[in-house]
């Protein structure tokens, strides 16, 4: 349908943001990358130079870095098994009928609108303090020790305050789908006599495996970045117990090596690229058909 | 061009430059949000109504957040901020940069001789004072009077840290929520580092030998380490290994702690209206082990005006006002003596009203008997207490304070950490070019 | 919807429904009641909470402290500038790959969405660096750039999955009608695209409002959103539960009840295209 015309006209219509991305990549990314290569740290501006490739080794064989990058994956993976599972047995139970179903739906997604920070710090003061927190009362009431959440089980604590913020996304992305799926299908199969489980196996989540790897994409996209999170809550610690790549990166810039942070965003840069390329295929097929 | 332009011209130039004298210069002051800066602020109108001229606009922070921002900017002449609240630690290393402004100029009044000797003397490089102590203060252990009469002891003025943990394990009563002992376990080199680089000088250790090889793996890191360990996990309260300052003085204003070894400033936190045990507590030097150094440490917050800045005047003007005498008792006519920012001036603790105040003794006491120009037993190539003051020595702190934080935690032993802490030192000062 | 549904069943659903919606919802309501107490009382029991009395104090200390209404201003400028001018740019973006496919239109798209995938640690210091060379560092104008950016590829894939549900033959019709181009889009397009417009908006004045590294660092006090005024309650002193509180509730407030009233439209448009 489309004629030449148009097409000269949609290849203008789409320049700016091309443009505009591309700067925005390049340029930080061309800077990064000279970084990367150079002897330069903001404490010593007077000893610059061409690095080689120190920095990457310094940033590859810090010992943290193996534990930044396990981390990472676990985080990724931890919040979107729990968001996504939760995600789907919300999506079910708000799609029955019940009385109120707009105000339960209010009070469920009002996580996802919390910033990263306030979320962060009330978990950690007013829920997990082993002391004054409210999980550390009720472990009083009932009689038992009070568990130092961010200090013996802080990446798992972190996971599930970030899984907190991110379920009401996926709820909801879920729950559309739910909600699209044609009702006579389902009764004709009820009909039939299927049970709850073949009908769920069989119709129900083969309709939403799209929506279930939009969610896993879009998430995956915020959930590689986390640092807000981590900052507030535990610094990465105790010891390295919750460093991800982009706190381990944060950390080198402390240290106001400049190169040696851009060498951790080249490193980083190229991982996310790996994630991206796989999830891009597995997404890719879900979604031409 | 006419005559009537020309006049017209004349005197849009004139309205301008007029105005432009009348109009505020606005100072952006980056700081750190603990209570006696977020006092200044409240006392802002008092400054305004001196200078109208210039306003005044705050920037407050998180400590570890600060630092970051504040060194970033001045390292790339980022311009963000007239004046900055910085430390003991980085006066010495910014100032032999060249990053700030000299203060020797400041007017007689503000009498830079009344400033108390050791804290001047760690913000001066080669006879140049490059930031004015906001308020300055040692570390000191403060401990709770009626539990220790409840346990039928009594805290020598000087205590060794034997002391320490006979007091620790005689107070401690878990059923009630009592902790014999809060001490920071938080990582990062102003927290748990801070504490355990002082209580280290104490038991012999210390960061770098003269060669600039760490010191980990010697006996004398190790006794301290352990002992810091026993205390906490015997006598301590749970969660302790996120616990910096401002967790342990809320826990120790809510009643939760026998002792607490800390900033001296603290005393007048947990002596004031906040805390529930305001009538109980006394106060101590820092712990030793006989061997000549106390665990305690020195610091100063102070401001300090970036070079470059293109308004020195009116930063000057700010730090002089925020460092004075006067500004002290502003503070001493609103809110009372015990609130003054302390340990920075001579006259202060001269000062009668000031010597009523119970912990103002203690106060001075402590920070005379810091040295940061001599922290440890044996000879080290580096000056400060719980710090040694080295461009590196921010991130190497941290990150070795992530491995006693971790041993704090339960998920490593003192001695693993000890090794962690060992290589990971010697690895960042190879990266830097040290050895 | 012709399910029949037993009253039991319908009672059971509504009580575990509530009960996990007031689990999820429980934080947040427990924020907004310990910034109506002292903070002796806030750091109390539960049972202590609830039974004492109520104060606006906590808010009192905080408006004194901090200039609320500055940063909420900022935070609706920056969230709002940004959100636009990214819908400006991304509209015809999205309209042209959707309507006009090419061969590398996927590909374009995939590589958009991987710019997000960049952290934001790791280029501080050169975009620090182009800011001071600019003049751009805490100004709103360098930080709706910003975001502008950051937001962008979510922006372009929302309303491209939303634009490739309109059927082209509706187009191809009124084009065979005579149509301009303009008549096209004003006629057909626009009351078609409007709910994914609003819902594409919506998810990035959200997105915007909550982003906390780049607000956080590029800016002092003159640009400064609500993040950094949470930021500077973030570390506690002395008894804080009920100043966090109240800089909480303060900070999150306007965006939950933006987004309680307008979750129909947001939900409308957040399919990404999953929905058939």
């Known amino acids: 349908m489309a004629t030449a015309q148009s097409r000269r006209l949609a290849r203008w219509m789409s320049m700016p943001a091309i443009i505009v991305l591309l700067l925005w990549m390049v340029v930080p990314l061309a800077m990064t990358l000279y970084f990367s290569f150079r002897r330069y740290n903001l404490n010593y501006p007077d000893r610059q130079g061409w690095a080689g490739w120190n920095n990457y080794y310094y940033f590859l064989t810090d010992p943290a870095f193996a534990a930044a990058f396990q981390n990472t994956l676990v985080l990724v993976i931890g919040v979107l098994i729990i968001t996504v599972v939760g995600g789907i047995l919300l999506a079910l139970l708000l799609d029955q009928p019940f009385w109120g179903q707009g105000i339960v739906r209010v009070l469920v997604i009002a996580p996802f609108f919390v910033m990263p920070t306030v979320s962060a710090l009330v978990w950690k003061n007013m829920f997990m303090n082993p002391v004054n927190g409210l999980f550390a009362h009720a472990a009083q009431a009932v009689g038992l020790q009070p568990i130092d959440f961010l200090g013996h089980h802080p990446l798992s604590s972190i996971v599930g305050i970030v899984a907190w913020a991110w379920l009401p996304f996926a709820t909801l992305i879920l729950l559309t789908a739910l909600q699209s799926l044609d009702r006579e299908q389902i009764e004709a199969s009820e009909m039939d006599g299927a049970g709850f489980g073949a009908r769920f196996f069989y119709i129900i989540l083969p309709h939403m495996t799209r929506s279930i790897t939009v969610v896993i994409l879009i998430q995956t996209i915020f959930l590689l970045g986390i640092y807000a999170e981590i900052l507030v809550t535990t610094n990465g610690g105790p010891g390295t117990q919750s460093m991800n790549l982009p706190y381990l990166i944060a950390v080198t810039t402390t240290q106001q090596d400049v190169g040696g942070a851009a060498a951790g965003g080249v490193i980083a840069i190229i991982l996310a690229n790996i994630v991206a390329i796989f999830l891009m295929r597995m997404i890719g097929k879900n979604l031409e058909s | ?435 | 919807m012709a399910r029949a549904v037993t009253p039991q069943r319908k009672a059971t659903v509504t009580v575990l429904a509530w009960v996990v919606g007031l689990v999820i919802f429980f934080p947040i309501l427990w924020t907004v009641l310990l910034s109506f107490k002292t903070e002796a009382d806030a750091i109390g029991t539960p049972w202590h909470v609830l039974a004492s009395s109520w104060t606006t104090e906590a808010y009192a200390t905080v408006q004194q402290r901090s200039d609320y209404l500055h940063h909420f201003w900022n935070s609706v400028i920056l969230s709002l500038g940004s959100t636009v001018i990214g819908l400006i740019i991304g509209i015809p973006s999205a309209w042209a790959m959707a309507f006009v496919p090419g061969k590398r239109t996927k590909d374009v798209l995939m590589w958009m969405l991987s710019t997000k995938m960049m952290p934001a640690t790791g280029v501080l210091v050169p975009i620090y660096l182009i800011g001071i060379k600019t003049g751009l560092l805490d100004t709103r104008t360098g930080l709706v750039i910003v975001l502008t950016l950051i937001n962008l590829p979510i922006i372009i894939w929302m309303l491209y999955t939303y634009f490739k549900e309109i059927p082209g033959e509706i187009l191809e019709a009124a084009r065979m009608d005579g149509a301009s181009l303009w008549n096209e889009i004003r006629y057909v397009l626009t009351p078609m695209a409007i709910p994914g417009i609003a819902s594409t908006l919506l998810l990035n004045v959200i997105l915007s409002w909550n982003e906390a590294f780049w607000t956080l660092r590029l800016t002092t006090t003159n640009a400064a959103p609500l993040t950094a005024f949470i930021a500077s309650y973030s570390s506690p002193e002395g008894l804080f539960f009920a100043k966090l509180s109240a800089a909480s509730t303060l900070a999150i407030a306007p965006i939950l009840i933006l987004g309680w009233f307008s979750q129909k439209q947001l939900v409308r448009g957040l399919t990404f295209g999953a929905v058939k």
């Open chain 2, 1 to 435: 061009m006419t005559n009537t332009a020309r006049a017209l011209f004349g005197a849009c130039a004139v309205v301008a430059l007029s105005t432009a004298a009348v109009t505020a210069e606005t100072i952006t002051v980056a700081t750190v949000n603990n209570g006696d800066m977020i006092r200044m602020q409240s006392l802002m109108g008092e400054f305004n109504a001196q200078h109208p001229d210039i306003e005044v606009k705050w920037v407050t922070l998180e400590e570890n957040e600060l630092r970051q921002r504040v060194t970033t900017d001045i390292a790339t002449k980022g311009g963000q901020f007239d004046v900055m609240t910085i430390g003991t630690y980085e006066v010495p290393i910014w100032g032999k940069q060249g990053w700030l402004v000299s203060l020797n100029d400041m007017p007689a009044e503000w009498d830079a001789d009344d400033l108390l000797p050791a804290i001047k003397g760690g913000l001066t490089v080669d006879g140049e004072l490059y930031a004015a102590p906001f308020y300055g203060e040692s570390s000191m252990v403060m401990y709770r009077t009626d539990l220790m009469e409840k346990a039928g002891l009594s805290m020598p003025e000087a205590p060794t840290w034997d002391d320490i943990k006979a007091a620790a394990a005689a107070m401690t009563d878990k059923e009630a929520g009592i902790y014999g002992i809060c001490l920071r376990g938080k990582a990062g080199w102003g927290e748990n580092m801070a504490f355990l680089t002082a209580m280290a000088n104490s038991y012999g250790a210390q960061w770098f030998d003269m060669d600039w090889n760490p010191t980990f793996d010697g006996p004398e890191w190790k006794a301290a380490l352990t002992d810091y360990l026993d205390l906490m996990t015997n006598y301590g309260p749970p969660g302790a290994s996120s616990n910096g300052f401002n967790e342990n003085l809320a826990l120790f204003q809510q009643g939760k702690c026998g002792m607490w070894i800390d900033a001296t400033v603290a005393a007048s936190f947990v002596t004031g209206d906040d805390s529930t045990v305001a009538e109980h507590v006394g106060f101590a030097l820092a712990p030793d082990n006989g061997l000549g150094k106390r665990g305690n440490w020195l610091w100063a917050w102070s401001l300090a005006i970036p070079a470059g800045t293109q308004k020195e005047a009116a930063a000057k003007t700010f730090v002089e006002w925020a460092t004075s005498k006067e500004y002290t008792a502003l503070v001493a006519s609103k809110e009372g003596w015990a609130n003054v920012p302390p340990g920075t001036r001579t006259s202060l603790y001269e000062n009668p009203e000031y010597q009523k105040v119970p912990f103002a003794a203690m106060t001075l006491q402590s920070i005379n008997s810091a040295d940061p120009q001599n922290p440890t037993v044996n000879p080290a190539p580096y000056t400060g207490v719980q710090f040694a003051a080295i461009p590196e020595f921010q991130a190497i702190g941290t990150a070795v304070g992530q491995q006693f934080s971790a041993a704090l935690a339960g998920s490593m032993t003192a001695d693993e950490a000890l090794q962690a802490a060992q290589d990971l030192t010697a690895r960042e000062m190879r990266k830097a070019g040290y050895n």
